[in-house]
């Protein structure tokens, strides 16, 4: 029978079923003491993501709701207080956020913003006292991952990243194939993250400054993630190219970047990713057989099937309804951090390699991540 993590959780506080797929920290599950609150969110930036996917999952969450909105744009504040029955005194724009620092009623600021301002907002949340849930890419630097990993910890805050992927069920039986190795050790593995944009060609995404790259810090992380919980270590060495086909839409983003890394114990790595074509792919070659994704890295259902005809199928649960959980347990009860600051953090000196071997014709960059965002579960 196919078990998903929150049920199996339940379960296992339940005295159920005993331990099988969940992280030992999940062990320490202690339903009275989540029970005691349900933390409250504010989501930072009102835009498309907020608006069709946190939102409605943050009615759906049982140790987190949505307590208070930061937005810009006046017009948002009343439509969103009636719709989600939030109070004037927890609603704030960019200039008066920093007096949340007063709330009890917000636990958890999740910055939602275009990627240059991730730095900013999570930071002054951490001096805030707030924990902090960081949309991705984390921030547009290594620099700025770490200012934002100091500030949550001088201010002994928690500080997550939005991989929504690392709570998804379909993601964590790839985890498990890697890790149990029912199919041998892994020998190969193929990612790919893309989409076609054809939408303004001032939005932001497309503006580097706002955004901090094109396709690869968008999509491209997605496929540097799947790349590393398809293999379950961390690249030695990376190199890139990039391709241009639209240059007068795509002025001062990159469109399309493929790249290559090498794994610990001769493993290989292959992602594409893409503003300019579609595909949302994982493949993990084992020595003897192979799993794959497909879709791998959107919303869900996800869909996936190994090379013995088995279909991976789990029952269809929102992905940021379980990664809001999975924080507010982690911050309620010391569960484990499926998606912390320091893996943010690594994707970002991946990133930054990618473009450096661009710059240089592909010359291949070391890595030197050790274990860095690994997280063992
Ligand atoms: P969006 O363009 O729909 O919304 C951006 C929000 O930021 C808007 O409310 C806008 O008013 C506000 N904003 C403030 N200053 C701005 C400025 N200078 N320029 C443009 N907008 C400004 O974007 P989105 O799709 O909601 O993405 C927001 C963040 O969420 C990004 O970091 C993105 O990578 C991330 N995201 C993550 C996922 C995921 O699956 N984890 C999915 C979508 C977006």
């Known amino acids: ?30 339903r009275d003491k989540v029970n005691q609150k349900k933390l409250g969110v504010a989501l930072v930036g009102l835009g498309s993501y907020s608006k069709w996917q946190l939102a409605p999952a943050l009615l759906d969450t049982e140790y987190c709701y949505l307590a208070g909105i930061v937005t810009g744009t006046t017009s948002k504040e009343k439509e969103w207080m009636d719709k989600y029955n939030i109070p ?37 949340a951490a001096k805030a006292g707030k924990h902090v849930i960081c949309e991705k890419p984390m921030a547009v630097s290594v620099a700025e991952c770490d200012a934002i990993i100091k500030a949550c910890k001088d201010a002994d805050v928690k500080l997550s990243v939005g991989y929504r992927m690392q709570s998804d069920p379909y993601t964590n039986e790839i985890k498990r194939l890697v890790k149990e190795k029912p199919f041998g050790k892994v020998h190969y593995v193929s990612s790919d993250a893309a989409y076609i ?30 790349n590393i919980y398809g293999t379950g270590t961390n690249p030695i060495s990376v190199s890139a190219q990039e391709f241009s086909t639209r240059p007068e839409y795509f002025k001062d983003t990159d469109e399309t970047i493929t790249a290559q890394m090498e794994f610990p114990n001769g493993v290989v790595g292959s992602m594409f990713t893409s503003h300019n074509a579609k595909a949302n792919r994982l493949f993990v070659s084992f020595r003897n057989g192979w799993a794959e994704l497909n879709p791998a890295h959107s919303y869900g259902p996800l869909s996936g ?32 951090n499926f998606a912390p600051g320091e893996m943010g953090k690594r994707d970002m000196i991946i990133v930054e390699a990618i473009y450096k ?15 860095m965002g690994i997280v063992s579960a």
């Open 1 to 30: 029978m196919a078990i998903n993590r929150r049920t199996f959780n339940i379960k296992l506080a339940s005295g159920l079923i005993g331990a099988f797929i969940l992280p030992s920290s999940a062990l320490s599950f202690n």
């Open 88 to 124: 004037r005194e927890n609603v704030y724009n960019y200039e008066n956020f920093d007096e949340v620092v007063n709330n009890d009623a917000i636990d958890i600021v999740y910055v939602v913003l275009p990627n240059s301002m991730h730095a900013n907002f999570s930071i002054r």
């Open 197 to 226: 944009s054809r939408g303004n060609p001032n939005q932001w995404r497309l503006n580097r400054k706002l955004s901090g790259g094109g396709a690869l810090v968008n999509m491209g992380v997605y496929s540097i993630q799947s």
């Open 305 to 336: 099937r190994t090379s013995d005809g088995k279909e991976i199928k789990f029952p269809h649960q929102s992905q940021q309804m379980v990664q809001m959980d999975d924080f507010a347990k982690h911050i309620l009860t010391g569960s484990a």
């Open 357 to 371: 071997s661009i710059k240089e014709s592909g010359k291949t960059i070391p890595l030197n991540l050790g274990n």
